[in-house]
């Protein structure tokens, strides 16, 4: 296993996620204790010491059975971390109470790492709002020993992330971001790394083979990855991207199954980052997926002062194509969403057409953002 220096710690580079263990009947809140119970006893035979769970997980029950499975392990053989739910806003009066209960299901004293939960634009305001008091709550758990080390993970851009970096960065230790190939440039991950390195924070990554979608590639893709390194499975490029990028500390990955488990314990034995060649193919592979499935919106903004209802054409269209890619695990997009005026949401398009004629990219706005209502179960006017 490979290890990351963290403020004098060794991290395992490779964290267990708790996300998505292995359930009953298909029913994510059935976590089947029995193998997931496997699923760590042979992650920490095999040298993992951080795992990874939060308030809503598998329903609530993710707490409960890691908490539960890692009594079987000396105290001081694992980082444990979890994270206060502000992705969910009638939480935000409830730090004092949600917390004490997670330390409660964990069945622990302290977290080694503790997070703010998806800093995205739907809470940012709630996240900033000193009447709530999360930040002086978790900063004084973190002075009673309670938090180890305070962090925050975030979906949001990096408009986002700076208004939070600039209210609570000096008290921040790592931050946790969605990071992989296809949304390095997607997503902007790279300007998100490059940001979080001017405030000199560590990295812990998630959704590194985003959901499963960078671990099955088309045919013809996965033989360019074959034959530049006929020994690399195709998940462990996804990996292996994330080796190349040193501010990168704590990938987080949501195992499944024991296989999934052993397939990337193998991939963390040894660290083979990626040569410029490679990089440049990896990162060509994801711009042709990504043109394949999104619509070509360059965010000029020439639309935006011909639409008669004001709405952030460019901004819908992101989020969009965020929801496109995302399949049948779209989250992100609904989240950015519930930060938009109802009367600026996608649905309020009244198909004039005001905007096509104006547009570089020939895009048929009205369609796609109808199309995008109906996805979001909204209708359209």
Request: a negative charge.
């Given at each position: 296993m490979i290890y990351k220096e963290f403020q004098g710690m060794k991290l395992s580079a490779l964290g267990m996620g708790n996300?998505?263990?292995?359930?009953?009947?298909?029913?994510?809140?059935?976590?089947?204790?029995?193998?997931?119970?496997?699923?760590?006893?042979?992650?920490?035979?095999?040298?993992?010491?951080?795992?990874?769970?939060?308030?809503?997980?598998?329903?609530?029950?993710?707490?409960?059975?890691?908490?539960?499975?890692?009594?079987?392990?000396?105290?001081?053989?694992?980082?444990?971390?979890?994270?206060?739910?502000?992705?969910?806003?009638?939480?935000?009066?409830?730090?004092?109470?949600?917390?004490?209960?997670?330390?409660?299901?964990?069945?622990?004293?302290?977290f080694d790492f503790y997070l703010f939960h998806n800093v995205c634009e739907m809470n940012i305001e709630q996240y900033l709002d000193p009447k709530y008091g999360i930040h002086d709550y978790l900063m004084e758990q973190k002075k009673n020993g309670?938090?180890?080390?305070?962090?925050?993970?975030?979906?949001?851009?990096?408009?986002?992330?700076?208004?939070?970096?600039?209210?609570?960065?000096?008290?921040?230790?790592?931050?946790?971001?969605?990071?992989?190939?296809?949304?390095?440039?997607?997503?902007?991950?790279?300007?998100?790394?490059?940001?979080?390195?001017?405030?000199?924070?560590p990295i812990w990554v998630m959704e590194p083979v985003r959901g499963g979608q960078l671990a099955a590639l088309s045919e013809e893709n996965a033989a360019k990855l074959k034959a530049a390194r006929p020994d690399e499975e195709v998940p462990a490029w996804a990996f292996r991207f994330l080796q190349t990028i040193p501010e990168v500390k704590v990938t987080l990955s949501g195992m499944s199954d024991l296989e999934q488990l052993k397939a990337n314990v193998r991939t963390y034995e040894t660290e083979k980052p990626l040569n410029d060649e490679e990089m440049s193919m990896l990162l060509g592979i994801a711009d042709e997926m990504i043109d394949r499935t999104t619509v070509p919106c360059t965010g000029c903004h020439y639309c935006v002062p011909h639409c008669p209802k004001g709405l952030d054409i460019p901004?819908?269209?992101?989020?969009?194509?965020?929801?496109?890619?995302?399949?049948?695990?779209?989250?992100?997009?609904p989240m950015a969403l519930a930060s938009v005026d109802s009367d600026k949401q996608p649905e309020c398009c009244i198909s004039c057409h005001s905007c096509e004629k104006v547009c570089p990219q020939g895009i048929h706005i009205p369609e796609h953002l109808s199309k995008f209502a109906a996805k979001m179960g909204r209708q359209s006017q």
């Open positions: 996300m998505r263990l292995p359930v009953i009947g298909g029913d994510d809140s059935r976590i089947d204790k029995d193998a997931a119970r496997e699923m760590i006893r042979f992650s920490m035979e095999s040298g993992i010491n951080y795992y990874d769970t939060a308030f809503g997980y598998h329903g609530g029950n993710s707490e409960l059975v890691v908490g539960e499975l890692l009594q079987d392990y000396d105290r001081l053989s694992f980082y444990l971390a979890s994270k206060f739910p502000g992705y969910d806003l009638s939480n935000m009066p409830k730090v004092k109470e949600i917390f004490e209960r997670q330390l409660e299901k964990c069945r622990v004293d302290y309670r938090i180890r080390h305070l962090g925050f993970s975030t979906h949001g851009d990096i408009a986002c992330m700076t208004r939070f970096l600039e209210a609570y960065g000096k008290d921040m230790e790592f931050c946790q971001i969605e990071l992989n190939y296809f949304d390095y440039r997607f997503q902007d991950a790279k300007g998100k790394v490059e940001l979080l390195k001017k405030w000199d924070l901004f819908l269209l992101k989020l969009y194509n965020e929801a496109s890619v995302a399949g049948s695990g779209v989250f992100i997009a």
